[in-house]
């Protein structure tokens, strides 16, 4: 009896496994039309999942990765943190810098084929720079003459900007402002939207419209398909783009990092930013190539929140940077892959013999005792876990700052929570990481002047030096180059000295691509690595 | 039965009514501001100070609690959840877009497990103390015990890594698709989650199963010269189904509530993943949409349950 129901149990279980079995062998290849990396399918690792494609969000990287293909903008930061026309072909500044003129190449056309002229460009802008619809580029707008009497209702459209005919696009600021480029050009902001798509939607709908869920008019190098939620977005080559892209399809697949190294290995992915942690893993695969870019991530920082007095003192500040080892750091836990930052200013705006800041414990104690430093009162340190590398500088901070007599209390907070303790000033010390600086020395205004203070927002440490600030403006207006060089190398010199920020380190941008990708060249900003995918070629 | 359904559903709104006060206090008390999730401080520099209470108000986010509470309730009995911060796309419709791939993955993990369960189950029960009793408890103990996220990294790394058989991740192929490619992308996540289900499964079978094979219908079923795949199946299996009906009734809102760590590893698109990102995100609507469903769900599964009792033991009486 036992013998003849086990017998018909295992049947049951064959036809079960073989069911299964016939599941899995169905397509022995595996990894499908794009999995090998040949062919003219490109699958590329999405870091995050995206929301939408909306360039009026204040949107991330993956958002910003998937515009940059399918929309595009006037001017972009190419690899080496130049300035890269796009659909301008040039530009020219007045003399007063308060005046910018656009000149945009000829026969530019979208996705669809209708022509794209300078009053899309006017209707972009007209919406990027309205408070009401914009949340990420309004703010970077606000100078533009005529957007006070915009926003309070006294007139209907931006005075500040226009467009005197099809090929010229202007924008008018109320003061000098010679950082405007680096404000709409990387390759993430200030895209450009059809018109002839979107200019009928009344503007209070405009913000929900669909369309930015699923942008299929663009006049970016690919178009866009679909968005399998939380899968992968698909673009499509773009026949109307200015010099057609070679690759036809890329895939932008949303995988954890660990099943992205993988994917790596077994050609499902072709192109992947790998942390700096997995580096050699990923240098150990036959058929990959490694490169690594420096100074396009900003730098991960720490906030010293001086409202309060006890912070004040720039002692205290720099006693914190001589007590940690971050040289060694960057070392260990990135694999050298990194820089240790001495400014708040990057690249070519930092001066040669300014304070490295190397590890002193001996003097950082001196300096805490001059500064009478109260051992006896703890310091929280707020941070969003979960990143390996973070989690490490802050066990380091930790014991490194316990041992010269600074008493840190690691905290750990979620991003809603860091966001509202920053705003708030409810912090002692926080911990966090971004920002582009290599491109133009006014970016660090957000994070350094005191201007920046009353909003609460950019300038998390509230560190305020009013010298800072009369270079910060003098250099925005400033005609000559050279000279708008020197000035923020003083800047670099000023903040060196005072420590706005307890600077720890700036990780490198690692890709690892497949070999059978040419003409990929790896940017150090993340955001921006489709820079010059139009060039990009598959073989094999 | 059918007086005793109808009451009961009036219960559950009541219960449903609760559920909402409870779930939409306990959110909006969750440290944050999503407005700050949502807009980077340095983009919002220069828009001067009024910009982000301007987007608080545009998300009604600046009225009084109760006030928010009773508009939101008064769209959501219309069905309108509301619509998400972070896509600015309904509630309902983010919700139900994640319903196919969970349903579809929790489906078949939970066919598996039944399946695996029982068949196990059983066999350990009739060759009980025996190795292939013994086998079977240790399996089922390490199923429950080893945490998924290490048997989906590992499979992973033996699947698809070495052998190279399945894919490691997705729904489906980009650019591909079908049928049998959404049913390769399947086999890891479903089969790991579907032994994790077996697991407990057959601890229940076997003990259930063994119980009633001792009872004296059995020993006069035997006696009467029934085969012994009728004693099995159709009399002693059967009698340990009502506890098994409320195991798998427990398991359904939990399993349809997204098994959050293995879609994470599998970038499964189903319900974990949405609410892991919306509680991330502070996205209230999505947030109070996902609990409401998931307490609906237990509310009928619950229903079910009773119903399901009656069904199969006529013993049972609904009043």
């Known amino acids: 009896m036992r013998r003849r129901l086990l017998a018909r149990l295992a049947a049951v279980g064959t036809a079960t496994a073989l069911m299964a079995g016939v599941a899995a062998c169905s397509d022995p290849t595996n990894g499908g039309t794009s999995g090998q990396g040949g062919g003219s399918d490109l699958s590329v690792y999405l870091y995050q999942k995206p929301k939408r494609f909306s360039p009026l969000d204040s949107f991330a990287g993956a958002e910003g990765q998937v515009m940059s293909l399918v929309f595009d903008n006037l001017v972009s930061v190419n690899a080496a943190y130049q300035y890269e026309p796009r659909l301008a072909q040039s530009w020219d500044i007045s003399p007063d810098s308060k005046t910018y003129t656009f000149h945009l190449r000829k026969g530019l056309k979208w996705s669809d084929g209708k022509p794209l002229t300078s009053a899309d460009v006017l209707f972009s802008y007209q919406l990027l720079a309205n408070p009401a619809v914009s949340d990420g580029m309004a703010g970077r707008l606000a100078d533009v003459v005529g957007v006070k009497d915009f926003t309070s209702g006294k007139a209907k459209t931006i005075a500040g900007f226009s467009a005197p005919d099809p090929d010229t696009f202007v924008v008018k600021l109320n003061s000098a402002n010679r950082g405007l480029l680096s404000n709409i050009a990387g390759g993430t902001y200030a895209f450009i939207v059809p018109q002839h798509v979107l200019g009928n939607v009344p503007i209070d709908k405009i913000k929900d419209d669909p369309f930015w869920n699923k942008p299929t008019v663009g006049a970016g190098p690919y178009t866009f398909v679909q968005y399998r939620t939380d899968q992968y977005v698909e673009v499509v080559r773009n026949p109307n783009f200015r010099q057609p892209a070679s690759i036809n399809r890329i895939f932008l697949k949303t995988v954890t990092s660990d099943v992205a190294t993988a994917q790596l290995g077994t050609g499902e992915l072709t192109l992947a930013q790998v942390a700096a942690t997995d580096a050699k893993t990923v240098q150990g695969m036959s058929g990959l190539t490694t490169v690594s870019q420096k100074g396009g991530n900003g730098f991960v920082r720490v906030a010293v929140n001086q409202t309060q007095q006890r912070f004040r003192d720039p002692r205290v500040r720099q006693a914190m940077l001589y007590a940690l080892d971050r040289k060694q750091f960057v070392q260990k836990s990135l694999g050298g892959y990194g820089l240790v930052p001495n400014t708040s200013l990057m690249g070519k705006f930092v001066p040669s013999g300014i304070d490295d800041y190397a590890y002193n414990p001996a003097k950082a104690k001196a300096l805490l005792a001059a500064a009478h430093w109260d051992s006896s009162k703890p310091v929280t340190l707020a941070w969003i876990p979960g990143t390996r590398d973070r989690d490490d500088f802050v066990t380091l901070a930790q014991s490194q700052l316990n041992a010269v007599g600074i008493k840190v209390v690691p905290k750990q907070v979620q991003a809603a929570e860091l966001g509202q303790i920053q705003d708030k000033a409810t912090f002692d010390l926080t911990l966090f990481g971004g920002g582009l600086y290599t491109v133009d020395g006014s970016s660090v205004a957000p994070i350094l002047s005191c201007k920046a203070i009353p909003l609460k927002a950019g300038n998390i440490s509230r560190f305020c030096d009013p010298k800072i600030d009369a270079l910060l403006d003098q250099a925005v207006a400033e005609p000559d180059d050279a000279k708008r060089l020197g000035i923020y190398q003083q800047v670099a010199r000023l903040d060196n000295q005072e420590s706005s920020y307890l600077w720890a380190y700036s990780p490198d941008t690692i890709w690892a691509y497949n070999k059978k990708l040419t003409g990929f060249t790896g940017h150090g900003n993340f955001t921006l690595v489709f820079w010059n995918a139009y060039q990009w070629k598959l073989s094999g | ?319």
């Open chain 2, 1 to 319: 039965m059918v007086a005793y359904v109808i009451r009961r559903l009036l219960v559950n709104v009541l219960v449903f009514f609760g559920l909402s006060v409870g779930i939409f206090a306990l959110v909006r008390a969750a440290p944050g501001d999503p407005v700050l999730v949502m807009i980077d401080p340095t983009q919002a520099q220069g828009a001067g100070p009024g910009f982000l209470a301007m987007k608080r108000h545009e998300l009604g986010l600046d009225q009084p609690l109760p006030l928010q509470y009773f508009s939101w309730l008064r769209r959501a009995v219309t069905g309108d959840l509301g619509v998400s911060y972070v896509s600015h796309r309904g509630v309902a419709d983010v919700l139900t877009e994640r319903l196919g791939p969970t349903v579809l993955l929790m489906g078949t993990a939970l066919a598996i497990g039944i399946i695996l369960g029982a068949l196990v189950g059983t066999i350990a029960a009739v060759r009980r103390n025996s190795a292939v009793d013994y086998t079977a408890a240790v399996l089922s103990m390490a199923t429950v015990s080893v945490p998924s996220f290490f048997v989906g990294i590992a499979a992973i790394y033996v699947f698809s890594l070495n052998l190279r058989i399945l894919p490691s991740a997705g729904m489906s192929t980009p650019g591909g698709g079908g049928g049998a490619d959404i049913l390769r992308h399947l086999v890891l996540p479903a089969t790991i989650l579907g032994l994790s289900v077996a697991g407990p499964m057959v601890r229940y079978v076997r003990g259930g199963l063994i119980g009633e094979l001792n009872a004296d219908y059995v020993r006069t079923a035997v006696a009467k010269g029934a085969s012994p795949w009728r004693v099995v199946f159709r009399h002693a299996l059967r009698n340990t189904l009502i506890p098994l009906i409320t195991i798998v009734m427990i398991y359904i809102p939990q399993l349809l509530g997204g098994a959050v760590v293995i879609e994470q590893i599998f970038s499964w698109p189903g319900m974990g993943q949405l609410v892991v990102s919306s509680v991330a995100a502070l996205d209230y609507p999505v947030v109070v949409g996902f609990a409401l469903y998931i307490g609906v769900l237990v509310l009928l599964c619950n229903l079910l349950a009773d119903v399901l009792y009656a069904v199969a033991d006529p013993r049972v009486r609904l009043s």
